[in-house]
Nanobody, 123 residues
Framework: VQLQAFGGGLVQAGDSLRLSCAAS????????MGWFRQAPGKEREFVAS????????YYADSVKGRFTISRDNAKNTAYLQMNSLKPEDTAVYYC?????????????????WGQGTLVTVSS
């Protein structure tokens, strides 16, 4: 599967942004999806994940209550709705996919990665 993440941009603290991850192929519904981010000088970190049906989600503590991951299997697309953005959310955001039934939170558990989209939150 090929992934393309888009929707990043420059916003102010407190604003909202929605990222999208478009997947190629006909088996999107068999993949669990995840969002990760990498800030300058830091390692890539887990943000959110969703299982293949969309019925189960999991979030990093730092974004819980502010971000929402979702998916539309009919459109082969996963989303990350980001509300109440903070300057510390500034990073390149990556979507990732792997086959499986659950949600996954570790980088190495994912087989496919998108190219990343930059989110910059100004104070």
């Amino acid at each position: 599967v090929q992934l393309q993440a888009f929707g990043g941009g420059l916003v102010q603290a407190g604003d909202s942004l929605r990222l999208s991850c478009a997947a190629s192929g006909r088996t999107f519904s068999s993949y669990s999806m995840g969002w990760f981010r990498q800030a300058p000088g830091k390692e890539r970190e887990f943000v959110a994940s969703i299982n293949r049906s969309g019925g189960s989600t999991y979030y990093a503590d730092s974004v819980k209550g502010r971000f929402t991951i979702s998916r539309d299997n009919a459109k082969n697309t996963a989303y990350l709705q980001m509300n109440s953005l903070k300057p510390e959310d500034t990073a390149v955001y990556y979507c990732a996919a792997r086959s499986g039934s659950y949600y996954y939170t570790v980088n190495s558990e994912y087989d496919y990665w998108g190219q990343g989209t930059l989110v910059t939150v100004s104070s």
